[in-house]
Structure formats: C-alpha cells, structure tokens
C-alpha cells in the first residue's frame, strides 16, 4: 500500500494563493496517474485536477485557469497550486492515484474567507 500525506492548506481570503502538497509512499510513484480531490462539507469527493505519468494535466471547469499541478516523481510527491481562489474552493483537498486509488491521507483543509 502506498501512504499519502498532504499538507499546505490553511486560511486564506478570496483572490490568495496556496500551495499544497503531497508526499507518497511506495516505489510505483512514477507509474500512477496522480490526482488532487477535494470534498466540501454535505457534497461528493470531486476530482479536480489529474497529471498523467507523461506530465499531462486535466483540469475539472471549475478551476481551470486557476489551478495548477505537477509532480516530481524522484521526491514522489504531487503538488497542487492555487491561485485566485474563491469561497467555493473551501473544501478538505485529498491526493490519490486516480487508476490505482490507494487508503486516503488525512486530507489538508483549505478554507478561503474574509
């Protein structure tokens, strides 16, 4: 099994920024396409940004333009920067291989607000 660890969120005001990240266990890092998820109090886990093992990225509408994610895969980790965030964004924000989903992480809370 593969551990996740993710890290970076916090408090932030409409229009900010942050960076989150996360770190994985595991030596097959490399070979999985990795995601970000995020779940907002009463809705679905939604996936909402995808970096294939190519480097190519998918990005769900709603933060399309706004968010961006890489992957160093000699550090195994995901990282996922936010930019122009908006209250909509506040959710627990996961990282999970997308083809091989391992246990989820604790997750890293995001909450922007004024």
């Known amino acids: 099994q593969v551990r996740l660890v993710e890290s970076g969120g916090g408090l932030v005001q409409p229009g900010g920024s942050l960076r989150l990240s996360c770190a994985a266990s595991g030596s097959r890092f490399s070979l999985d396409v990795m995601g970000w998820y995020r779940q907002a109090p009463g809705k679905e886990r939604e996936l909402v940004a995808t970096?294939?093992?190519?480097?190519?990225?998918i990005y769900a509408d709603s933060v399309k333009g706004r968010f961006t994610i890489s992957r160093d895969n000699a550090k195994s980790t995901v990282n996922l920067q936010m930019n122009s965030l908006k209250p909509e964004d506040t959710a627990v924000y996961y990282c999970?291989?997308?083809?091989?989903?391992?246990?989820w992480g604790q997750g890293t809370q995001v909450t922007v607000a004024s």
């Open positions: 970096i294939l093992t190519g480097m190519g990225t």
């Open positions: 999970n291989s997308v083809g091989n989903p391992q246990p």
